[in-house]
């Protein structure tokens, strides 16, 4: 299968092209670095940009777009909107005139309203904040009749970089501790299982739709910074107050502090096997080995 890979040198993308080199599938990296690109897969990827993809390809995974972990203004919000839903759009109607079969793109868990503690699926109601607005229209943009589109929300991935990367240092210093009040769930995913998703969403035609990308088992912020402690050994009591959040981060401070307990039923109710259940088993597997 040959598969356009957008975002295949990021944080998920890297390790997505590697497993489909692996699998003996062809790729082609989309990017605007195609030095870099080289350089990281030695070689065994083709690189394009949005103006020269191939004539031909089977299947297109849209994992590109701006980091949202950062302080937002209105610049910020403009910059993750252009990333994410443009590109997108047009990455579709490539894949619809170049005969491909199947698009995967990115979106993310934020598609939902925030709720106190119930199980959220693929069928729970959109929320109606920026996230939400993005998300839906990024889903949008992805939607095409004359292919098979999955809509890969995502919640926090866990491997070595990302979000844990970003909190490892405090919880090291043993100044790690839950956001807030703590009993906001996260919904969380290790990275091999986002991996293992996407190239199984790529290869079961029964696959479509929008499709959670979170661990059957999400966990409150409390409970995710005491593992976190336990695993590195390290205290992880102290709490990061919600108003010093909104301070730094401005309207992704709030983002932070609301709980959205996605559970992924479309996949394991259609013979998913995820390899990492628990976060303590996916946080010692990361960081222990």
């Not at 890297?14 to 990017?31: H, I, K, Q, S, W």
């Not at 501790?177 to 091999?192: D, E, K, T």
Request: glycine share 12%; proline share 5%; net charge positive.
């Amino acid at each position: 299968m040959h598969v356009v890979v957008s975002g295949g040198t990021g944080f998920l993308g890297a390790p997505l092209v590697r497993a489909l080199l692996a699998g003996g599938d062809t790729v082609t990296v989309l990017t605007r670095e195609p030095s870099r690109a080289g350089r990281m897969f030695e070689g065994r990827v083709a690189t394009a940009t949005a103006d020269n993809l191939p004539d031909r390809f089977d299947a297109v995974v849209g994992l590109a777009g701006e980091n949202i972990g950062r302080r937002w203004s209105r610049a910020v919000l403009q910059r993750l909107r252009e990333s994410r839903v443009g590109p997108t759009r047009l990455l579709r109607e490539a894949a619809e005139q170049r005969g491909a079969q199947v698009l995967v793109s990115a979106s993310g868990v934020d598609w939902y309203a925030p709720g106190a503690d119930h199980e959220l699926d693929e069928n729970a109601p959109p929320g109606n904040g920026f996230l939400a607005r993005l998300c839906h229209d990024w889903e949008q943009a992805a939607s095409s009749s004359r292919l098979r589109s999955v809509a890969l929300r995502l919640g926090m991935v866990l491997g070595r970089g990302g979000a844990l990367a970003r909190m490892l240092p405090f919880f090291r210093w043993g100044l790690g501790g839950p956001l807030g009040n703590g009993r906001q769930f996260v919904s969380w995913i290790h990275l091999q299982d986002a991996v293992s998703l996407i190239l199984w969403a790529l290869r079961n035609a029964a696959v479509r739709g929008a499709l959670n990308a979170t661990a059957p088992e999400p966990v409150t912020s409390r409970e995710f910074a005491r593992t976190l402690g336990r695993v590195l050994r390290r205290p992880a009591f102290l709490p990061v107050p919600g108003f010093a959040l909104r301070l730094l981060y401005g309207g992704f401070g709030k983002v932070l502090l609301e709980s959205r307990r996605v559970v992924p039923r479309a996949a394991t109710a259609q013979g998913f096997e995820f390899g990492f259940m628990r976060l303590e088993q996916a946080l010692r597997e990361i960081l222990v080995g």
